[in-house]
């Protein structure tokens, strides 16, 4: 292992827990669990592109409608949503 490695490791655990940009972009680490408990969500997205995923899955179609695709459902965590 080469002090770059090392220096690389470091950074990455001591700004693990922010993923994104300085600029307040990306998103917190920790939040990601909340969506694999089964409970509702403690944090709802802030940042996102309404027009991205809904977008795409309506230009397709086949994939909107196929089994293996979650519906965006508010304040559920995806553990919720597949018990569903």
């Given at each position: 292992m080469t002090q770059q490695d090392v220096?690389?490791?470091t950074?990455?655990?001591q700004n693990?827990?922010?993923v994104g940009g300085k600029d307040g972009g990306g998103f917190v680490m920790e939040q990601l669990g909340q969506y694999l408990a089964d409970e509702p969500l403690s944090a709802e997205?802030?940042?996102?592109d309404p027009d991205s995923w809904e977008?795409?899955?309506?230009?397709?179609?086949c994939l909107e409608s196929h089994s293996a695709i979650l519906k965006r459902a508010a304040g559920t965590s995806?553990?919720?949503q597949f018990k569903v």
């Amino acid at each position: 292992m080469t002090q770059q490695d090392v220096a690389y490791i470091t950074e990455f655990l001591q700004n693990f827990d922010r993923v994104g940009g300085k600029d307040g972009g990306g998103f917190v680490m920790e939040q990601l669990g909340q969506y694999l408990a089964d409970e509702p969500l403690s944090a709802e997205p802030t940042n996102e592109d309404p027009d991205s995923w809904e977008a795409f899955l309506e230009e397709n179609a086949c994939l909107e409608s196929h089994s293996a695709i979650l519906k965006r459902a508010a304040g559920t965590s995806l553990v919720q949503q597949f018990k569903v």
